[in-house]
């Protein structure tokens, strides 16, 4: 399984970025896909997940201003951020856990940077 990640970039405060992350290779039809980040000289922490059927879930830090959600035709998850923050400033990694072997995949950081 193979994951790439797209979407980062540098905005202002209060603005918005949309990450995208696609999936491929053998996928099972049970999954949990989500978003970590990690700031500079910090844990990599979770961001929000989704499962197959549609149940999210998010780190309270992103609650009311990231929404997850997915495509399963196309295997894609996609974090809308709104109303950025300087302390979302991080590389974002998209993840997708396999629920019928329980291995886990990382796909490569996208980095986000929010402005003053």
């Known amino acids: 399984v193979q994951l790439q990640a797209s979407g980062g970039g540098l905005v202002q405060a209060g603005g918005s970025l949309r990450l995208s992350c696609a999936a491929s290779?053998?996928?099972?039809?049970?999954?949990?896909m989500g978003w970590y980040r990690q700031a500079p000289g910090k844990q990599r922490d979770l961001v929000a997940t989704i499962t197959t059927v549609g149940f999210s879930s998010y780190a309270d830090s992103v609650k009311g201003r990231f929404t997850i959600s997915r495509d399963n035709a196309k295997n894609t998850v996609y974090l809308h951020m709104n109303s950025l923050e300087p302390e979302d400033t991080a590389d974002y990694y998209c993840?997708?856990?396999?629920?019928?072997?329980?291995?886990?995949?990382w796909g490569q950081g996208t980095l986000v940077t929010v402005s003053s």
């Open positions: 993840t997708l856990h396999d629920s019928y072997t329980a291995l886990d995949y």
């Open positions: 290779g053998s996928i099972s039809n049970a999954n949990r």
